[in-house]
């Protein structure tokens, strides 16, 4: 009985590692090739260890100020979520309505709504008032496209707080936005650290909605500069894309880690995925 | 009173959504019916159906709906969902180790923005990439991938990047199985196909179509990883709606006509949403 466990598991064992062994060629590469002083396009073990992909990359031009643009882009839009999702949250979860369900049900089906389809109509809206090109006009659009998915998350770690902790602040004479922001808030730090860090990393990561609604290559977050800088010149340095690649993931792989850390794996789904 | 006090908090939120998100898509409902161009026109004119009735008409469409459905097909409903499956299944069993590295590689794929992403698998697929240095290896026949299979290569592409999500949908569904129902089946002497087939799948079915929903609805929107892979070429052959609605609102200047696409996109978005609402329908 024990031996055939013990084939089982070296069975699970080898199908995982197979799995894993193609799933890591490509990050491989990445790794392998910013470090490489001669890369092409192949995984190979570089002939020595370089840092002048590091150092040709690390100019004001080609990282600084994009990565500075993704975090004006992305910590503004995340902010302006946040602080809108856990005002809409509060009341959804502590009143009874009758508008409850039909405005959640609405803002579920908006989750799903694929948003690159939106994308023509808002470039065209957008060059109509004036939004066109402007970080004001990206941020405010980053924060509608990832707000129903951030109020549902929201509401969700909401209704896990007890409602009897506000009820003393109450008869305290407390009104509801101080025992939201004194009370609530605070007991359901993590589930404000996830919605924070899950809409930062999507925004991050985001290309479609800065391609299309920034045009001054000024403002360019890292996501379309590095398809400028790379993609449309005619001979690629491969290690330094590469190494450019590293430096603008870092930030989100790390985000998740630790997240992922203190709340456990799968920590983006907990409130939403509930099949 | 009360009540108009109590909703308050609400404003915020409820603008922001009106604003940028309800008012594109009413304006999206208004132009798909008008003939806006990019340039050089005083006046769109509303024309009815007659972008739709274009679209229908116009081979490079037609080929771009059939390639979003093989996309769909190939890379979401049979790859990232059966992987992901697979793999759950697989982290059950295996040694801690083992299931914690798989885990964090799958997941490192799928949190990498998606640019970066589409870069990886560029140089994978490429002619001098490491897919064809495999092959060389092991003596078998290598080719351009994003020359002559750019569909199955961009599909390739994105089971690599999705196919975490569907792991830990599946993985948390596993997870909730109590014990007792496997060994039971075990101590009847069932196998591990039959016990998949007829107690873990019927148990997380649920679980199966709340997924199917959510990647096919991720996968309808995929942009940024085909279009820094292959551009939707060489001459269309990768190109999917939302690549085809791009380029005729932008490269052709045709925003009403790649609207009218957009709407079209939105509308299949809409159906699947809805089937997604009524599957979840007791939690809300």
């Keep these: 009985m024990r031996s055939r466990s013990t084939t089982r598991r070296l069975a699970a064992d080898t199908g995982l590692l197979a799995v894993a062994a193609a799933f890591v060629l490509p990050l491989a590469w990445v790794v392998l090739s910013a470090l490489d002083p001669r890369a092409d396009l192949r995984v190979k073990v570089p002939g020595g260890v370089t840092w002048d992909n590091f150092d040709a990359v690390l100019t004001e031009e080609i990282t600084f100020t994009p990565l500075l643009n993704s975090l004006l882009l992305c910590g503004g839009g995340t902010l302006l979520t946040v602080a809108c999702a856990a005002l809409a949250a509060y009341p959804l979860s502590r009143f009874r309505s009758r508008l409850n369900r039909p405005f959640l049900l609405t803002i579920l089906f908006a989750t799903c709504l694929p948003i690159t389809a939106v994308m023509v109509p808002v470039y065209a809206l957008f060059v109509q008032v004036n939004l066109i090109d402007t970080m004001q006009g990206t941020i405010f659009f980053f924060a509608a496209s990832q707000l129903p998915f951030a109020i549902w998350l929201m509401k969700n770690f909401m209704d896990g707080v007890p409602k009897e902790l506000e009820e003393a602040a109450w008869t305290d004479g407390a009104s509801s936005f101080q025992s939201l922001l004194r009370i609530v808030l605070p007991l359901m730090g993590p589930g404000v650290a996830v919605v924070t860090v899950f809409s930062f990393v999507m925004m991050w990561g985001n290309f479609f909605v800065p391609f299309m609604l920034l045009l001054t290559p000024d403002q360019m977050p890292a996501a379309v500069s590095i398809n400028e800088f790379f993609g449309n010149r005619g001979t690629v340095v491969y290690g330094q894309l590469a190494a450019f690649s590293v430096i603008y993931s870092t930030p989100v792989i790390l985000l998740y880690v630790v997240v992922a850390r203190r709340l456990g794996g799968g920590f983006a789904l907990g409130g939403a995925v509930k099949g | ?284």
């Excluded at chain 2, 085909?226 to 269309?236: A, K, L, S």
Aim: proline content about 4%.
């Design chain 2, 1 to 284: 009173m009360r009540t108009i006090s109590r909703a308050l908090p609400l404003t915020p939120a409820v603008v922001l959504l009106l604003l940028f998100l309800a008012g594109p898509i009413a304006y999206c409902a208004y132009i798909a019916f008008t003939d806006l161009q990019l340039t050089g026109q005083a006046e769109e004119s509303f024309i009815g159906f007659e972008n739709f009735r274009t679209a229908f008409g116009d081979e490079a469409f037609l080929n771009a709906v059939w390639l979003t459905l093989v996309f769909t097909v190939v890379s979401a409903l049979i790859g990232q969902n059966t992987l992901g499956l697979a793999l759950a299944a697989l982290m059950q069993r295996a040694s801690k180790p083992i299931r914690t590295l798989t885990g964090g590689i799958v997941i490192a794929a799928w949190v990498l923005p998606e640019v970066v992403a589409g870069f990886l698998l560029y140089a994978f697929f490429r002619r001098e990439g490491t897919l064809n240095a495999i092959l060389d290896w092991l003596h078998l026949p290598s080719q351009n991938w994003l020359f002559t299979l750019p569909i199955l290569a961009v599909s390739f592409a994105n089971v690599w990047r999705g196919t975490a999500f569907s792991m830990l949908v599946y993985s948390a569904a596993l997870n909730e199985i109590p014990k007792e129902i496997t060994e039971a089946a075990e101590v009847d002497g069932a196998g591990g196909w039959r016990r998949m087939w007829h107690i873990t799948l019927p148990m997380i079915r649920r679980s199966i179509s709340t997924n199917l929903m959510l990647i096919t609805l991720q996968t309808l929107s995929v942009f940024g990883l085909i279009w820094v892979m292959t551009r939707g070429g060489p001459g269309g052959k990768s190109q999917t709606l939302p690549l085809f609605m791009y380029e005729e609102a932008f490269q052709k200047s045709m925003i009403g006509y790649g609207t009218a696409v957009a709407l079209l996109l939105l509308v299949v978005g809409s159906l699947f949403s809805v089937v997604y609402l009524r599957l979840l329908r007791t939690e809300v």
